[in-house]
């Protein structure tokens, strides 16, 4: 096994900050949501902690898009160009997430430090991180303070259309974060990448004759 | 001095009164020397809820005979108001009786000279039917800045909650859907002569249980003709079933302050719902509406400008939610399952 350096430490603190910071925003949001049902703290309190971790979070993200943005590790967002290149590995990944595994098929997708996402990954964090994380920001601004933003959510079409474009992406996030520590834990060991995003290096297999596989992106 | 108008929307008797009391400058002096004055605008008046009444539906006690004459003696213009009240009382009693019970009316046994009498919230002589908002803080003007210290959206509940609905904390309240115009940016007024809600509202509402969710659509398309510019829609308040309970204000003590007796599933305002447009003299128009209309799926095209958490919660996006933990945690559990199972394959 080669240690390869994948995560650097902005990427890291920007990923745990996300992480516990999600949790809680879902855990308050249910909160928030079914009062009636749930008790874990009063529905005053929630809001406050809701909207508190919500504008943590709004900061978090543009850390990690100004390291993306000024850093030449945007490669690892880089879009495959070739659709046909990317249907083909996302089936190949695909296959194995849903049959190879089974039978103990090597993983498709071969990590670096510049192609650290298979096909997958790839194109599921550019619709979350461009599209889904953003809007659930923007919704959620105007949710925090309706009357400053007035103009905004009747833009938008109401405020009912803004909370159900606000639920619907909760609805979303927490089946994903539940599916995503599952899906990291299927490295070559169940911890291996729950380490890495800790220490920022990936263990990856040697190519035959001894190089680490190169990276394809 | 100059003698009043006559209107001509009122009685000869009421205009006789206006005659004199429609002049600037009249006034009366009162034991310790507060001079109340007697001028009525007569054109407040006419337009006050009480105009059809006349004069001396609340003045009998003058005797034209001896008018003007000393009359009863006060001491102060506060006395006077305080001994009127009981000419309100006269029609309003069970307003008053609510009324006994508020702070307000404790202060004033408290001889508190700041505490409202009827006159005080509603006027003497313009009676209408104002919002309790402008009402409230035509004396509690920091009410918006206290609130907003510790209530999120504080600006948003004043304009969606009526002050009572917290402040009178044993009534019964309601949502109501007030019919809003984005043209003028007001509630959308019905015009004097005119009546059509009541009767579109019946017609739409055939078998007369109030609106539901496809009938609330129906009377929005047939409020907003296809391809109206700026279509209405409506907007909900959090009010009072009866504003006769909204007089039994109680101290901020005793106010609500749970978020939750409002946004939670079932809360007690959200189960009764009515449909209402402002009507010629400011008060609602209104038809019953079922209480699933806040909850459809379709209240995200018929509602879209009313949404309160927990109040008005979705059951379809409620039954996603579910679906979405059932997924979250079975993929993971069903994959691992597998893998367990095949795990002899592997090796």
Not at chain 1, 202 to 216: L, S
Not at chain 2, 108 to 125: K, N, Q, W, Y
Not at chain 2, 278 to 305: F, K, M, N, W, Y
Request: charged fraction near 20%; hydrophobic fraction near 45%.
């Amino acid at each position: 096994m080669l240690r390869i350096y994948v995560h650097p430490l902005p990427v890291r603190i920007w990923h745990w900050t996300n992480a516990f910071g999600f949790i809680a925003l879902i855990l308050t949001g249910i909160q928030i949501r079914y009062v009636d049902l749930i008790g874990l703290m009063s529905f005053k309190a929630a809001v406050s902690v809701h909207n508190a971790v919500g504008w943590l979070l709004i900061g978090n993200f543009f850390l990690w898009l100004g390291f993306y943005l000024f850093t030449d590790k945007i490669r690892v967002y880089h879009p495959e160009l070739s659709p046909l290149k990317h249907f083909r590995d996302s089936f190949r990944q695909a296959q194995y997430y849903g049959y190879g595994i089974f039978k103990g098929d090597p993983n498709p997708h071969h990590l670096s430090a510049y192609h650290k996402f298979n096909a997958l990954q790839s194109m599921t964090y550019q619709v979350i991180m461009q599209l889904l994380v953003p809007l659930q920001f923007v919704t959620g601004v105007l949710l925090w303070d309706l009357k400053r933003f007035a103009g905004a959510v009747e833009f938008f079409g109401g405020v009912r259309v803004v909370d159900t474009v606000h639920v619907l992406l909760f609805i979303f996030f927490t089946a994903f974060i539940f599916i995503h520590p599952y899906l990291a834990s299927l490295g070559h060991t169940p911890s291996a990448h729950f380490k890495a995003m800790i220490s920022g290096y990936e263990e990856v297999e040697e190519a035959p004759g001894g190089a680490p596989f190169r990276d394809a992106g | 001095m100059s003698v009043a108008p006559a209107s001509g929307a009122l009685s000869d008797g009421d205009n006789a009164c206006l005659g004199c009391h429609g002049q600037e400058g009249l006034s009366k002096t009162f034991g310790k020397g507060e001079a109340l004055p007697l001028r009525v605008d007569a054109a407040a008046f006419e337009g006050s809820v009480h105009a059809p009444l006349g004069c001396t539906a609340c003045h009998s006690d003058v005797d034209l005979k001896a008018h003007p004459g000393a009359g009863k003696a006060f001491d102060s213009v506060r006395a006077y108001a305080v001994a009127k009240a009981t000419v309100c009382q006269q029609c309003h009693e069970d307003a008053f009786k609510q009324h006994e019970g508020s702070v307000h009316a404790r202060r004033m046994r408290e001889g508190s000279a700041l505490a409202p009498t009827c006159t005080g919230c509603h006027g003497a002589h313009g009676v209408t039917p104002k919002t309790a908002y402008q009402t409230c803080v035509g004396c509690h003007s920091a009410a918006l800045a206290a609130h907003q210290k510790w209530l999120p959206n504080a600006a948003l509940h004043h304009e969606a909650v009526s002050c009572a609905a917290c402040h009178a904390p044993a009534a019964l309240r309601m949502v109501d859907l007030r019919l809003h115009d984005p043209a003028t940016k007001t509630w959308a007024v019905e015009k004097p002569g005119k009546p059509w809600f009541e009767k579109l509202a019946r017609s739409v509402d055939a078998d007369g249980n109030g609106l539901d969710a496809r009938e609330l659509r129906d009377l929005l398309k047939r409020i907003n003709p296809e391809g109206t510019a700026a279509p209405k829609t409506f907007r909900g308040r959090i009010e009072l079933r009866t504003n006769v309970e909204a007089h039994r204000l109680s101290d901020k003590a005793g106010a609500i302050r749970a978020c939750d007796g409002c946004h939670r599933d079932g809360a007690e305002p959200f189960r009764n719902v009515t449909v209402s447009v402002t009507g010629p003299d400011g008060r609602p128009l209104r038809h019953a509406a079922q209480q699933e209309i806040l909850s459809s799926a379709s209240a995200v095209a018929s509602l879209p400008e009313f949404y309160a958490i927990g109040g008005t919660r979705n059951t379809l996006l409620d039954v996603l939610f579910v679906l979405a933990l059932l997924a979250g945690v079975g993929f993971p559990l069903g994959h691992l399952a597998v893998r367990w199972l095949l795990r002899k394959y592997r090796a």
